[in-house]
T-cell receptor
Framework: EDKVVQSPLSLVVHEGDTVTLNCSYE??????LLWYKQEKKAPTFLFML????IEKKSGRLSSILDKKELFSILNITATQTGDSAVYLC??????????FGTGTSLTVIP | DAGVIQSPRHEVTEMGQEVTLRCKPI?????LFWYRQTMMRGLELLIY????????DSGMPEDRFSAKMPNASFSTLKIQPSEPRDSAVYFC???????????????FGQGTRLTVV
């Protein structure tokens, strides 16, 4: 059964901390892995990863994919209260099928 | 529970035809969301329901789009008439509560890939 599992389910940190969010997957015919930030109703796209070992960065956020071990991590450095959100991981398989994890809820305390 | 179930998984239709996408949310979830994903715009919220009532449809692009939720276990998104620019992946998601924080995760269906030619 194809699935995407995110961990931890929830996380509480203090401002300035660095966090690492995990996404592991078992998906047949993998095409890409996507990270989203969900604050209200619509997730905001963060990264799309297709190749192993190539880090993608955007400001304080970075992500990398390991296609051998079937996982990805999302790092956030120097966290701010505005980073508080649910972070979703999704895997796209061939045939335009998408599998979403249930997300990691991040709370950043001032 | 089998999760959020969407149908069909793929739909190819000709311009001008009516398209109906279907969604069965997770039992007990009070919120249902319809999203559209394209490479250009990413994931866009189209409309969401609370207890079968449409709450916010400001994301619905045009009058050609309509959504209904006749009961707690079923929703449809209809496009009439369809146009090539409607081609996208359409997601349905359900959740117990609103918002992405705190910990009110939305459970997504696998999506319907719509191609309008």
């Amino acid at each position: 059964e194809d699935k995407v599992v995110q961990s931890p389910l929830s996380l509480v940190v203090h401002e300035g901390d660095t966090v690492t969010l995990n996404c592991s997957y078992e998906v047949t015919n993998f095409r890409s892995l996507l990270w989203y930030k969900q604050e209200k109703k619509a997730p905001t796209f963060l990264f799309m990863l297709t190749s192993s070992g190539i880090e993608k960065k955007s400001g304080r956020l970075s992500s990398i994919l390991d296609k051998k071990e079937l996982f990805s991590i999302l790092n956030i450095t120097a966290t701010q209260t505005g980073d508080s959100a649910v972070y979703l991981c999704a895997v796209e398989a061939s045939g335009n099928q998408f599998y979403f994890g249930t997300g990691t809820s991040l709370t950043v305390i001032p | 529970d089998a999760g959020v179930i969407q149908s069909p998984r793929h739909e190819v239709t000709e311009m001008g035809q009516e398209v109906t996408l279907r969604c069965k949310p997770i039992s007990g979830h009070d919120y249902l969301f319809w999203y559209r994903q394209t490479m250009m715009r990413g994931l866009e919220l189209l409309i969401y329901f609370n207890n079968n009532v449409p709450i916010d449809d400001s994301g619905m692009p045009e009058d050609r789009f309509s959504a209904k939720m006749p009961n707690a276990s079923f929703s449809t998104l209809k496009i009439q008439p369809s146009e090539p620019r409607d081609s996208a992946v359409y997601f349905c998601a359900s959740s117990l509560a609103l918002g992405g924080h705190p910990n009110t995760e939305a459970f997504f269906g696998q999506g319907t890939r719509l191609t309008v030619v």
